[in-house]
């Protein structure tokens, strides 16, 4: 699988913005799907996962309530819509795909297989 994101951009705080993450391939709905962001001087962190129908979805607690994760298996895309953003919000942000057998999702980036290779947010305040 191939995952090319895009979507990013400067943005003002408590505006919003959608990324998408488009994937490559016909086993798309195999995987569930991830976003990680990773801030200047930060490590990667989780940001929101999906599960392969898109039924179920978790968030980090710094997101939740502001970010909604949503995928199209037809399109072979997930996306993030981030409304109410806030500056600690900026950072390059990394989709991915993942399987483990038994598990819906996954917030642990070691459980993904597959990166794509991010987007950059940057919220000014």
């Known amino acids: 699988v191939q995952l090319q994101a895009s979507g990013g951009g400067l943005v003002q705080a408590g505006g919003s913005l959608r990324l998408s993450c488009a994937a490559s391939?016909?086993?798309?709905?195999?995987?569930?799907m991830g976003w990680f962001r990773q801030a200047p001087g930060k490590e990667r962190e989780f940001v929101a996962t999906i599960n392969w129908s898109g039924g179920s979805t978790y968030y980090a607690d710094s997101v939740k309530g502001r970010f909604t994760i949503s995928r199209d298996n037809a399109k072979n895309t997930v996306y993030l819509q981030m409304n109410s953003l806030k500056p600690e919000d900026t950072a390059v942000y990394y989709c991915a795909a993942g399987f483990l057998s038994g598990r819906a999702y996954s917030i642990v980036p070691t459980a993904y297989g597959y990166w794509g290779q991010g987007t950059l947010v940057t919220v000014s305040s």
């Open positions: 391939g016909r086993t798309f709905s195999r995987y569930f």
